[in-house]
C-alpha cells in the first residue's frame, strides 16, 4: 500500500504479508495470529494488540519504522514487535503511554526513549543489543 493506512490493518491477519509505505492508523496488527506488518512510519493507539502464537506456525511479526501510539501490545499474548523509533511522533517516548498493559507473551525491541510500561504485566529480558538503544521486553 503506498501511502498512509486508515484502521486495522493487518486486523486478524492469519499469514499475509502487508507493506505499508506511510503511517498506520489506530488497532495496527490487532488479534493478528500470523504473517507479517510492516510500517514505514508511525502508528497510532492499540497496536499489536490481542496477539496470538500457534506454535505450529510462525508467529505474527510487527515491523514498525517510526513509533507507536498509546496502548501498544495491550493484551499481546505471541509474536514479535519492532519499533525502531526513526521520526518519532513523541521522539521522547516511541512506546506511547501505557505499553504492554496485559501483556501475556510475545516480544518487543525498541530503540529509543521510552516513558515506562507495564511492569506487572511485561520485564526487560537480556540481549545482544548495545546499551541505550532500547531493550526487548517479553
Given at each position: 500500500?503506498?501511502?498512509p ?5 493487518g ?15 489506530n488497532?495496527t ?7 507479517k506488518?510492516y510500517?514505514a512510519g ?7 494488540t ?24 495491550e493484551?499481546?499474548?505471541g509474536?514479535v514487535?519492532?519499533v ?18 496485559g ?6 525491541f525498541?530503540?529509543g ?7 506487572s504485566?511485561a520485564r526487560?529480558c ?5 546499551p541505550?538503544t ?5
Open positions: 500500500m503506498l501511502g493506512a486508515s484502521d486495522d490493518v486486523w486478524l491477519n492469519a499469514g499475509a504479508t502487508i507493506t505499508v509505505h506511510g503511517h498506520a492508523s488497532g496488527a490487532n488479534g493478528m495470529a500470523q504473517g506488518v510500517i508511525n502508528i497510532g493507539a492499540r497496536g499489536m490481542m496477539t496470538k502464537h500457534n506454535p505450529r506456525f510462525e508467529p505474527p511479526e510487527l515491523w514498525v519504522l517510526g513509533s507507536a501510539g498509546d496502548y501498544f501490545a493484551f499481546m499474548a509474536g514487535a519492532v525502531c523509533g526513526l521520526d518519532a511522533q513523541d521522539p521522547e517516548n516511541v512506546l506511547g503511554y501505557r505499553p504492554a498493559v501483556m501475556v507473551g510475545g516480544r518487543i525498541f530503540r526513549p521510552h516513558k515506562g510500561f507495564s511492569q504485566d526487560w537480556p540481549s545482544t543489543m548495545r541505550g532500547g531493550w526487548p521486553m517479553g
